[in-house]
């Protein structure tokens, strides 16, 4: 009598059902991971401009205690930090006199392009270390 040996089948690989619920699971997590991390992304951007506009507001303040005036940027030689993904101005203001005299004080604006909305990402900080978004109007 002759036996017949059954060869056992392989189970290598997945089924095309298996792939496509991989394939919209992963599709579900982007959907609710890129908002977020674009989010993040931009908050991280927006932390350059405040940092180097606190920075330039030191820069400013210093020099006015040693020349009893404001100037531009390249005056007071203060180098941005970061990428330079921002813009900066110096504008001298039109201020209530203080304990020293002075009527003028400086606003340092910084505005970057930073999505492809064509929206600008305006900051601004005042002789009084007020900073400010103008879009979020904080």
Do not use: H
Not at 79 to 89: A, F, Q, V
């Amino acid at each position: 009598m002759t036996t017949v040996r059954t060869i056992p089948r392989n189970k290598q690989g997945f089924t095309l059902i298996e792939l496509m619920i991989v394939v919209a699971i992963i599709g579900i997590l982007a959907a609710i991971a890129i908002p977020s991390f674009l989010k993040y992304q931009a908050k991280a951007k927006s932390a350059e401009a405040k940092a180097n506009l606190k920075g330039m507001f030191t820069t400013e303040i210093s020099y006015y205690s040693d020349n009893s005036q404001y100037q531009t940027l390249n005056t007071i030689n203060y180098p941005p930090i970061g990428n330079m993904r921002y813009s900066y101005s110096v504008t001298s203001t039109a201020a209530e006199p203080n304990f020293f005299g002075s009527t003028t004080g400086f606003t340092v604006g910084a505005w970057a392009s930073l999505g492809n909305n064509g929206i600008n990402d305006e900051w601004a900080i005042s002789d009084q270390n007020n900073i400010c978004n103008a879009q979020l109007g904080y």
